[in-house]
Nanobody, 124 residues
Framework: QVVLVESGGGLVQPGGSLRLSCAAS????????MGWFRQAPGKEREFLSA????????IYVESVKGRFTTTKDNAKNTVYLQMNRLKPEDTAVYYC?????????????????WGQGTQVTVSS
């Protein structure tokens, strides 16, 4: 059974930074692609970033490109989302997800395992 646990959310002022972590357990972490999504109240879950299993490819949605960075530490079975220059519109519950294959995925349907989410609030 795969378990993903996000942490690192919180309240931050506009322009600030946060680093989210997603710790995975249950199977070999390095063999599967990972992704980050977010969901704001009343909105659909939105794709943010995906990283291939071997970390050779990473993609971002245009709205976070240049501000958010996804990295992975296979030794710690953890993927990170570094978020800089945060804006109020970044306020949402952030989720990490894992595929059952190695390649990138950009839709929720392409991910089989999900964390419980962590709240990020950007407000002054």
């Amino acid at each position: 059974q795969v378990v993903l646990v996000e942490s690192g959310g919180g309240l931050v002022q506009p322009g600030g930074s946060l680093r989210l972590s997603c710790a995975a357990s249950g199977r070999s972490f390095s063999e599967y692609a990972m992704g980050w999504f977010r969901q704001a109240p009343g909105k659909e879950r939105e794709f943010l970033s995906a990283m291939s299993a071997d970390s050779s490819s990473t993609i971002y949605v245009e709205s976070v490109k240049g501000r958010f960075t996804t990295t992975k530490d296979n030794a710690k079975n953890t993927v990170y989302l570094q978020m800089n220059r945060l804006k109020p519109e970044d306020t949402a519950v952030y989720y990490c997800a894992q595929r059952t294959t190695t390649g990138l995925g950009v839709t929720t349907a392409q991910y089989q395992y999900w964390g419980q989410g962590t709240q990020v609030t950007v407000s002054s």
